[in-house]
């Protein structure tokens, strides 16, 4: 059976991603994982030197993957920091190199219709109205979903590690900050609410990894094949929590995962104000996202 790979070169993460495809559009997962290379650390605008070599040198390890699994079709797909940073063109032709395949690097719209189609893998977004938000380390993807089908959807600079770079500057965060970023989430979306009011989702639903933070703090199993529920009342519990702690509080707070703890009081703030906004009465966390969606398109291509 054909073995093929997605790469996702995130602003804040790279991914690999290897699956054996089966019969009738099914696929078996191989291999996954994650790296915390964050592109965006001083800025979407420009990558640094060291942020470079550590994506490069992570793609490295990816390549040897690749061959260890025998894999003979490979996608690598660009986001947020390589459609924007000044210097992206050094870095997309050295990872194409290293990877021995091109960097498809995706606009804003096209990547929020790859998370679509990866989210839909899933039965439960195939009923009701759901509002997706993907937060990036560059940029956050919002999609409304009614009844399975993509009814609405838009790209804003909204990722954590922008957000990080402009407000959060202090430990714990000052309120000072707190309201500066509130207020620009806000003007930010303000396009997004009318469609938000017209349709009423009822569930705000997070892919990617700020979500996965969410879940794994309420000591939910992680699924790579099933979405997991938490309530309005236990995500404000956990969100409060967090946006108010100092960063060795963090780090000591149950299932927060170190590489996360720096960027996550931005992440957590920017759900919170989407949640104040929306008024959804769930929040759901799906497994499914890009990676899924590219892959997808790659067993029907």
């Known amino acids: 059976m054909e073995k093929i790979a997605v ?38 605008d420009h990558i640094l030197p060291e942020r470079s070599e ?9 390549r040897q993957k690749l061959d260890e699994y025998g894999v003979t079709k490979i996608r690598a797909i660009g986001t ?14 050295k990872a194409g190199n290293i990877l021995n395949t ?20 899933l039965d439960k977004f195939h009923t009701g109205t759901h509002l997706i938000m993907d937060i990036g380390g560059g940029s956050t993807e919002f999609i409304l979903i009614k009844e399975g089908e993509k009814f609405w959807s838009s790209s804003f600079i909204l990722g954590v590690g922008v957000l990080q770079n402009l407000f959060h500057h202090t430990d714990p965060i000052s309120d000072s900050e707190l309201t ?16 938000v009011a017209a349709h009423l989702p009822q569930s705000l639903a997070g892919a990617s990894g700020s979500f996965e933070v969410l879940q794994s703090m309420t000591g939910e199993s992680i699924s790579d094949h099933d979405v997991s529920v938490i309530s309005p009342d236990r995500f404000m519990a956990l ?26 009081v931005v992440g957590m703030a920017l759900k919170k104000a989407v949640f104040d906004l929306v ?23």
């Open 279 to 301: 008024k959804p009465k769930q929040i759901i966390v799906s497994p499914y996202a890009l990676k899924e969606g590219v892959l997808r398109e790659m067993m029907t291509s």
């Open 80 to 93: 947020a920091a390589l459609r924007n940073a000044s210097n992206r063109q050094e870095f997309i032709a």
């Open 180 to 195: 500066a970023l509130n207020r620009h989430i806000s003007t930010t979306l303000e396009d997004m609410m009318p469609v």
């Open 54 to 62: 550590a994506g490069l040198e992570t793609l490295r390890m990816f």
């Open 102 to 121: 091109e960097v498809e690097v995706i606009d804003g719209f096209r990547e929020a219709d790859y998370i679509y189609k990866g989210i839909t893998l």
């Open 7 to 44: 790469i996702d070169l995130g602003s804040n993460t790279f991914h690999l991603f290897i699956v054996e495809v089966g019969l009738g559009g099914t696929f078996r997962t191989l291999y996954r994982q994650r790296e915390f290379t964050r592109l965006s650390q001083g800025g979407i």
């Open 239 to 264: 969100a409060e929590a967090v946006i108010h702690a100092t960063e060795a509080e963090r780090l000591l707070m149950k299932g927060m995962p170190a590489e996360r703890v720096k960027l996550i």
